[in-house]
Each structure stands twice: as C-alpha cells, then as structure tokens.
C-alpha cells in the first residue's frame, strides 16, 4: 500500500509497479473516499445517533470521503463535545489535517506555494490566464509552477486545458489560512479586478463571483465597496429571475452586511429597501420566520423615515405569506393599526 501522491516517477517503487504490470496476474487497486451513506453511517455509529442531514452534509463536503479527513474531523467534534449537537456547526480543520497537507505542500517550492495560496483565493477551480494576470514572472515561469503543484497532486487538471482544480477541499482551506487577513482581502480584490478585465462587456454574466471578490476587498479599498453593492444587486435579480431564492436571499443579506462593514448607515430608507427584498427571497425560499425578522425591521425604518408607500407595500408582501407564518397577534396588531392609520380617509371602505 502506498500514497500514491507521494510517488514521484523517479521513486524506485515507480519503477517496480511497472514491472510488475507486465505480469497478468497483477491487478492494481485504487482506494476512493467513502459515500455520503457510508460517511452518515460512521457519524451515526460516532455518535450514538442519527446527526442532521445538514451537519452530515458538511462534514462530507468538507472531508469529500476521505477516512483520515473524516475519522480526524469526528475526533475533534467528538473531543468538544459538539458531534451529538442538533444544531449545525462549522467544521473545523483539525491540526491532524493541517499537518498532513501541510506535508504535501512542503514536497513543492515557495514559489509554487505562493502561487497557489493565489490560487486558493481565486477558488476551488481556477484558471491558467488568472494566475499569469496575477503573477509577476513571465508565462514559463507560472507553468512552470503550476506543473509543481500537478506533480505533487496539490492541484489537478480538469478536461479543458488550462482549467485547474484543488485535489481537495481542505488543501485550499490550509493554504488560505497561511494567509495574513489583510494580504488575503487584499488578493481578493486583485482577483476581482483581474476577473472584471478578463470578462469585459460578459462581467455582469459573472456577478456572483465578482460580488464575491470585491465583497471581501470592500473594508480596504472604497472603490471595490461600490463595485461589491453593484455586482451583488445584479446577482440577487439574476437569482430571483431564476427563482434560486436562497442565492438571491444570500445576495441581499450580504449588501447589508456591507452597510454594516463600511459602516454606511446614512441612508436608512435604502437599509428598508434591502431588507424588504430580502424577506421577500426569504419567504420564497420558505424561511418565513426569517422573513418576518427582515419585514419587520424594513416596517420599522419606514415607520421612522415616513415612507407610507413602501411601509404599505412591504406589509403586503408580508400578509402575502402562507397564513401558518404570520407571526403572533401581538406583533401582527400594532403593524396592521398603524397601517390602518395610514390609508387616506377617501380609501377606506364604508364596511370598515
């Protein structure tokens, strides 16, 4: 048994698997990760316990099968006492992990390993052209340094040619966390630039990710927090024209959280406005509780700017939700008398 990621063809083992592929009898056996069944089977043998389909989900994601990941993972949950918890947690990267990664990038040069920290802030997948825009050396010299990673299987090609991806999740995940907070906000915002040049007149068909990068670069550079509300105001419509309310949803939840970094919070009838789109993603994606959280803190900041119209239209979309979502009467009352209070005298009807 061997890592195969730890053969180089110059290793003697190379050149005795050759040999013995000569001989008919031999048959070579690839080890895979597991399932997400065998992965829910073992977190449910760990913990005594079905976990919640989400947690399940997160931890293959993040381990993708792989039983050292998986069995490293689960010990440190199960060491703080978070694995039989209901609620959905944030995996961690165990320092078991980070190690063994860590070994695989210490087989490469610093140069290579810069470049894909580069790399790991572009993505899981990125591409040739990205690098070179983002990198110094000449053309040879990126290639060059993309082959170390190949070899080394810190990164694989995918079928197009010059199209990379990560070998595996938490491969980029270490190389992130090398990263100072402030040189990694800083790479996202080059990133995003370079992306914004690559794509031209197409950029607005990319606006999700380009909302991603400046997002990230907002709290440094101004000019990338306006780029950010831009390309994130044309991924939430394009979401919702797709009816991927979440998406839209995630879009309008972080246009406010921008407000927030930026520490923009002159123009509340704008907050309203957000918050109002982002109930109203949040209904349809059937988070109701979460949209009445949205509608009522949109109601409140019109109530204070005296925006009647869109106090009245938000409410709508509010009472426009399945019925089983209104909140209590106690919270509902005093919304539904203010409005009241609202409509003109000669829009009332006669029966009250």
Known sequence: AYRDT????????SEALATLNRDGGFLRLSLKGLSRDEVAAYLEQRAS????????????????????????????MAD???????????????????????????????????LLRIAAVVGREFRYDTLEALNSGGSDTVLALIEEGLDSRVIEEMERPGYYRFTHAL??????????????????????EALERRWGAAAMDNASRLARHYAESATLTPAHAEKAVLYLDAAARQS??????????????????????TGDHSDRHKEGLLLACWGRCLGAARDFQGAW?????????????????????????????????????????PILALALQRVPSGGRGQSG
């Open 6 to 13: 730890e053969l180089a063809r110059t290793h003697p083992l």
């Open 80 to 114: 703080e006492g978070t694995l039989g918890e209901k609620q959905t947690k944030e995996v961690m990267l165990p320092d078991g992990v980070r190690e063994a990664l860590g070994r695989r990038l210490d087989l490469i040069s610093e140069d290579a390993n810069n």
């Open 171 to 192: 491969m980029q995940e270490t190389l992130l966390e090398e990263l100072s907070t402030t040189r990694r906000v800083r790479l996202h915002g080059e990133v995003a």
């Open 49 to 76: 316990a079905a976990l919640p389909s989400e947690l399940v989900s997160r931890i293959y994601e993040e381990t993708e099968g792989n039983p050292f990941f998986l069995s490293e993972v689960v010990n440190l």
């Open 293 to 333: 959280d949205a509608f009522f803190r949109a109601l409140a900041i019109f109530e204070g700017v005296g925006a009647n119209d869109d106090y009245a239209r938000t409410l709508a979309m509010a009472l426009g939700m399945p019925s089983l979502s209104w909140p209590p009467e106690a919270q509902l009352g």
């Open 240 to 261: 919702e024209a797709s009816f991927a309310w979440d998406d839209a949803a995630a879009s309008y939840e972080s246009m406010l959280q921008l407000n927030r970094d």
